[in-house]
């Protein structure tokens, strides 16, 4: 039972979550990938999968963080006819919108708004919450928006399976309207994702929220409550979104903040994916921050060998699914030219060092209140550098509840401890989420952490 306030539902929104929760389960189907319309641009293709010319960003950028670029509709692959002729869970459009760099550059970031069809019965008017996609890939085929239209993504070359769509769905059955981002470069063809780039994941977060506001014809209002949702990857996201707000969005004001598993120490998260199932994510975040970082990349460019060169550039382009089978439980040991960890390698540099040093999520106060979850076995995004970012953000005075997701030991490093938190506390989460947009108002529990004072 969840310890949360429960809150009276109607048979529609009741219905509406039933549906769409069996629907996101079992009804995963692949969906061809087709070119869309609504640029003269060739489309790209990653792996055998076209991606859209939509995806493909203008010359010029307008200059306002969070403007409209271009929109069209998007259909969802999971969807439904409601009783009153409306689709559930809602409809889509997909999104391009402005946002600026960790480098102070303007960026194009891609993402979509799901305008639902449940009616918001909290408090005020229908409330937006911006949804931080886990971990997807680092090809474009790999991006959420692209998720969402095609759940499951299979060719001779690429396999993205949807995951993120079930809490999207069941945020939508709430009747909140949900924006999710795809951050830079993940969807957008014109650089590679910058991969738990805290500055660049938490621009695009805040950016998807203004983008949103913009989009005509929804039933946002001026006075909607707005929450950040994200575990793995999103839980950093959202992390560094509620950190940044008051410097970077101070329009933006946030009712409340979900940080699933978040990223907080990227070096104690590289010694946890080195070796693991997940492995692929070591080159994604390399190579992203490779792409941004001179000193990084130098130090990195030296130290490979020509297994390490090729893993990076075939990495570049994959997403989950296939690069578990490619390269899961291999060591970074096999790609350098010592023989030694990656992590080790850019522990020996101190500017490459600092590059991931200035990555750290923890170091400023969070906007609003902020619900940080961990699940004690997690071995891939380790459980202690995730509660010490609610301990962190405990001494600097944030409203902090923490919950600490205890779970048996379901496998090491095959990545079944990761994500059995993301759907056992997913309930729990979104009722505490929910419960913020309502007005509710929030009781830190940082005083069961007697480590913060």
């Not at 969906?31 to 293709?45: F, H, K, L, Q």
């Not at 699940?375 to 891939?380: A, F, R, Y």
């Not at 010490?388 to 001494?395: G, K, P, S």
């Amino acid at each position: 039972m969840s310890r949360y306030r429960s809150r009276p539902r109607s048979t529609f929104n009741r219905l509406t979550a039933t549906v769409i929760a069996t629907v996101a389960c079992v009804c995963v189907t692949a969906t061809p990938a087709d070119a869309a319309t609504g640029t003269d641009t060739e489309p790209v293709v990653s792996r055998g999968v076209a991606i859209p010319a939509f995806y493909t960003p203008p010359a010029q950028l307008p200059a306002a963080n969070g403007t409209l670029i271009r929109q069209e509709p998007l259909p969802l692959g999971l969807s439904l006819p409601g009783l009153d002729g409306r689709p559930l869970p809602g409809t889509a459009t997909r999104l391009m919108y402005k946002s600026t760099d960790s480098s102070g550059r303007p960026v194009a970031v891609t993402g979509a708004y799901i305008e639902p069809s449940a009616q918001w019965e909290g408090d005020g008017p229908r409330p937006l919450v911006a949804v931080a996609s886990g971990t997807m890939g680092q090809g474009d085929q790999c991006a959420p928006s692209f998720a969402l239209q095609h759940p499951l993504t299979v060719s001779g070359e690429t396999l993205s399976v949807a995951y993120e769509n079930l809490a999207i769905y069941r945020l939508l059955a709430t009747g909140a309207a949900v924006v999710v981002t795809d951050y830079v470069g993940l969807g957008a063809t014109d650089r590679l994702h910058t991969y738990v780039n805290r500055l660049d994941e938490g621009h695009a977060v805040l950016d998807a929220v203004r983008a949103a506001r913009a989009l005509p014809g929804t039933s946002l209002a001026s006075g909607s409550r707005v929450g950040l949702y994200g575990y793995s990857e999103g839980g950093g996201a959202s992390a560094s979104a509620a950190e940044l707000q008051p410097t970077y969005a101070p329009d933006v004001k946030l009712a409340g903040t979900y940080s699933g598993a978040p990223p907080a120490n990227l070096t104690a998260v590289m010694k946890g994916i080195d070796g693991s199932a997940l492995v692929g994510a070591l080159g994604w975040a390399i190579n992203g921050f490779a792409q941004t970082d001179p000193d990084l990349r130098g130090v990195i460019e030296t130290n490979l060998n020509d297994a390490g060169r090729e893993a990076l550039a075939d990495t570049s382009t994959m997403c989950v699914g296939d690069s578990i089978l490619r390269y899961g439980f291999t060591r970074s040991t096999a790609w350098t030219t010592s023989g030694k960890p990656i992590a080790d390698i850019i522990a020996a540099e101190p500017r490459a060092q600092a590059v991931l040093d200035d990555q750290r999520i923890g170091t400023l106060k969070p906007t609003g209140p902020v619900r940080v979850a961990t699940g004690v076995q997690d071995d891939i995004v380790p459980h202690g550098q995730a509660r010490q970012l609610a301990v962190d953000w405990c001494r600097k005075g944030g409203n902090v509840t923490y919950e600490a997701v205890d779970l048996p030991n379901l496998g090491d490093r095959i990545l079944t401890n990761h994500l059995a938190p993301l759907f056992t506390d997913q309930g729990e989460a979104i009722s505490w989420l929910t419960d913020r947009l309502e007005g509710e108002p929030a009781v830190s529990n940082c005083w069961t952490m007697p480590a913060w004072r």
